[in-house]
């Protein structure tokens, strides 16, 4: 049997073979093997120069200065960095936190361990399709709040928020504000000053770079005192200590800058490909879309079927690669807790599939994808 079609590109994607190639460049002998922290010789400097050539690529994706970008092992670090890091600083005495139910656990379960060590947390119910209001935000502001962190785009949803607006009220008020956009990157623009961001996480895997890699923009002005998560040599600013991996920070910087070319024809392709595959889906009666209708990325569709058993729609489907929920949860049988936290009913949430293309999908694999989920629901519905 010939490999599940891939469409789910938001769980993690392939590095894109070009920027395999310059990571390939960076670790044997006849390569740019050096340590970059090495001062004395002319292998440090080239891997040196190496890495900050990546990071003059990731700061101007941002908009950001060089000096703002930490290299981190992937946006699950980057988070638990934005939070414990300003959080645990010595002198620090804001003891209130807000986020949204619907955060990746990396923010999620940093928080939790954050309430384990005296802080409180206001957990904001996003509306019915994920979106989190800057309302709300105002609303959950208090003297002693300290961080807001609200993602760009949901991982299971696909639906955006208003970052620029949530970051305005937070900059009004003196909160710092981080952005988790490890699904956003290179799909969406991001301007760190004009979005009012303070800190924002990025993960390589999700952009056609390698797993293991990511960074977290750190506004330089005003300077945010943190602690770091590693104690050490002192690298990143003493931010974030251990050798710097070459090969996978000149993947990061890479993969970017190839998502920043390519953004707006890649969205363009990305629309029709959607359009294409909702209009097998719309032949499905009783099919609901849990993803925001307006605000949400092409990328992503999270779809729920009435009346089919989730677990038996997956089986059934096997030769398409999705996700139920998120891949990070689907370990376990309980439904998403995105897709509750929205007020999916229990039912809809089991048999509720996240579809999710990329740079690699055909328009035939999509016309494969969309019969083959109307042809399985429309037998499983069968009496
Ligand atoms: C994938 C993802 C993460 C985790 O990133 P890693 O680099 O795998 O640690 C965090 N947040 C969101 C929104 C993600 O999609």
């Not at 994607?13 to 310059?22: E, F, G, L, S």
């Not at 044997?28 to 090495?38: C, K, L, M, Q, R």
């Not at 970051?167 to 008020?173: E, F, Q, T, Y």
């Not at 330089?220 to 050490?232: C, D, Y």
Request: glycine share 8%; hydrophobic share 40%.
């Amino acid at each position: 049997m010939s490999d599940p079609v891939y469409l789910d590109y938001a769980a993690t994607t392939p590095t894109d073979p070009r920027v395999a190639h310059q990571m390939g460049a960076c670790l044997t002998v006849h390569g740019n093997f050096g340590n970059p922290a090495s001062r004395s010789h002319a292998f440090g400097w080239q891997a040196e120069e190496a890495v900050e050539s990546a990071r003059a690529q990731m700061a101007k994706a941002l908009h950001a200065d060089v000096r703002e970008i930490i290299w981190t092992s992937g946006a699950t670090e980057s988070d638990n960095l934005a939070l414990k890091g300003p959080a645990l600083a010595p002198g620090q005495t804001k003891r209130h936190i807000v986020t949204s139910a619907i955060e990746h656990k990396a923010v999620l379960d940093t928080c939790a361990y954050l309430e384990t060590q005296g802080f409180e947390v206001t957990y904001l119910t996003p509306d019915a399709h994920g979106r989190v209001e800057a309302s709300s935000v105002a609303q959950a502001l208090r003297e002693d709040t300290l961080i807001v962190s609200v993602m760009h785009v949901n991982n299971e949803l696909g639906t955006i928020n208003d970052v620029a607006a949530i970051g305005r009220i937070c900059r009004n008020k003196n909160v710092l504000f981080h952005v988790d956009a490890a699904q956003s990157f290179g799909k969406l623009e991001i301007n760190v000053e004009s979005m009012c961001i303070d800190m924002l996480s990025i993960s390589a895997h999700k952009i056609y770079g390698p797993k293991g890699v990511g960074c977290l923009y750190v506004r330089r002005e005003p300077p945010i005192k943190m602690t770091p998560l590693f104690h050490g040599g002192g690298h990143e600013m003493g931010l974030r200590s251990g050798t710097l991996a070459t090969h996978q920070v000149v993947g990061l910087g890479a993969a970017a800058e190839l998502m920043v070319a390519h953004m707006h024809e890649e969205q363009v392709r990305l629309s029709t490909l959607r359009q294409r595959f909702l209009r097998h889906i719309h032949q499905i009666p009783g099919c609901v879309e849990n993803s925001h209708p307006e605000h949400s990325l092409h990328a992503i569709v999270n779809l729920g079927f009435s009346g089919v058993d989730g677990e038996t729609l997956l089986l059934a489907l096997d030769d398409l690669a999705v996700s139920s929920g998120s891949a990070c949860t689907s370990a376990s049988v309980e439904p998403s807790y995105v897709l509750r936290a929205i007020g999916v009913p229990e039912e809809i949430a089991h048999a509720s599939l996240r579809f999710s293309f990329g740079r690699f999908t055909t328009e035939e694999e999509v016309d494969l994808a969309g019969r083959r989920v109307a042809e399985v629901v429309g037998r499983l519905r069968a009496p």
